[in-house]
């Protein structure tokens, strides 16, 4: 230290050897007072066990009115090295999606894409639409317009979109869960539902082609 210097070397006394470093003595001499915590940090650890949900506002209002003398940057201060001030993480609504790359459908319904979108009318009343449009050409296959579209509606929606231009290889949703509640690509769930339609498309057809049959052999 500069004073320290001057007064073992060159033989000064403290204050000349202040005034010649331009250090004032109580500056030299200050000592840090050691902090006393405990009761502050007992304090709030027993109000925030009590109200788990009440923040630092509520916390320094309980403080006044119970007369304690510590004053708010005490207790922010108390507050923060508890770590008490970091926000609180929610739970996410949404589940993590499988990445794949977007590919083009080369012909027109190979594939569709399905998604929902929601307005108010003038006097304020909200409706939603579930669109379906083919991928190749960007066409609006349908529009389902209704104040609430359950499962049961989007579902027969599509049937009788399939009825009329048959059944794409693959649908592309978002946000797709399976019976499980796990995350999954929407185009596999389309695949594997539009294969089994045309499973059941196929199986029909055979069973109409052996009723023809069996009628003609009869007659």
Known sequence: MVV???MTEHGMSQRRACQASGIARSTLRYRPATRDDSGVITFIQTYMAINPRHGFGLL???ARHQGKPWGKTVLWRVYCELRLNLPRRGKKRLPARIKRPLQAAPQPNQGWSCDFMSDALWSGRRFRTFNVIDEFN?????IEVDTSLPAARVIRALNE???LRGA???IRLDNVLNARGVPTNGNSIACRSCGANRQKTKSNEQNRRRGSAAQGSLG
């Open 168 to 170: 794409p290889l693959s």
């Open 4 to 6: 320290q210097g001057l």
């Open 161 to 163: 979109l399939v009825e």
């Open 138 to 142: 960007r066409e609006g296959l349908r």
């Open 60 to 62: 320094y209002d309980s």
